[in-house]
């Protein structure tokens, strides 16, 4: 365990439904992290957030949304996906200083039918 | 934004040989490289890191060296084990910056026994 935690492990969706990832952490980090891991392009980083605030969007498309509402706690918000977006989405965190090791949750394997 | 490249992207090395996988970066600025192992099913974990005011790092069977002027690192394993087989990546990030960590495509170690 990480202390990293990532809900749910699994998710079915289809291309019409909404869900939402959920990551959290207690390890007093300040950035956070959403990465998309697939068979093509493995470990991709989608968004950054730097004390809540989003400091880097790595061109993700709109169907998929951010939302950190304090400096634990990480949505991804999935609408109207494509079966493309299929993948292992991965969360992490860090903290400047000190150990800048990132920890990595679990990951929600997503797949949309 | 940074652009890590890692090449091989698979390595079969026979136990108890030595195995390296290399990495470059772009952006200069990065000066935090650490090294994540990922085996199947499971997270990627921290098993190295090195930053920029360093040029080498060791931790048992495991090294790291980094050559700022190239803009390249390596991650060396010797005496390898096969439970050593795992996909290993790369990652580069400016530490107190934006945070942004990139990681390398990864390269899929198998050792045979």
């Known amino acids: 365990e990480t202390g990293v935690t990532q809900t749910p492990r699994h998710l079915v969706m289809g291309m019409t439904n909404k869900k939402s990832l959920k990551c959290e952490q207690h390890?007093?980090?300040?950035?956070m992290y959403w990465y998309k891991q697939s068979a093509k392009k493995p470990l991709e980083l989608m968004f950054v957030?730097?004390?809540?605030?989003?400091?880097e969007n790595n061109s993700v498309p709109s169907r998929f949304s951010p939302e950190c509402p304090n400096s634990s706690h990480l949505f991804l918000h999935l609408h109207t996906l494509q079966p493309e977006d299929s993948a292992l989405y991965l969360c992490a965190s860090s903290q400047d200083g000190g150990r800048a090791e990132a920890f990595f949750g679990q990951g929600t394997r997503l797949t949309v039918v | 934004g940074e652009n890590v490249e890692q090449h091989p992207s698979t390595l079969s090395v026979q136990e108890g040989d030595s195995a390296v996988i290399k990495c470059t970066y772009s952006?200069?600025?990065?000066?935090?490289f650490p090294w994540y192992k990922q085996e199947l099913g499971k997270r990627p974990q921290l098993i190295i890191d090195i930053r920029s005011n360093v040029g080498e790092k060791k931790d048992q069977r495991i090294a790291v060296t980094l050559n700022k002027t190239a803009k390249h690192f390596s991650l060396h394993i010797t005496e390898t084990q096969p439970e050593d087989s795992a996909v290993y990546f790369c990652?580069?990030?400016?530490?107190?910056?934006?945070?942004?960590?990139?990681f390398g495509a990864g390269t899929r170690l198998t050792v045979k026994p």
């Open positions: 990652a580069a990030r400016t530490v107190n910056n934006n945070n942004d960590m990139r």
């Open positions: 957030y730097n004390f809540k605030e989003q400091t």
């Open positions: 390890l007093g980090h300040n950035a």
């Open positions: 952006d200069s600025a990065s000066n935090y």
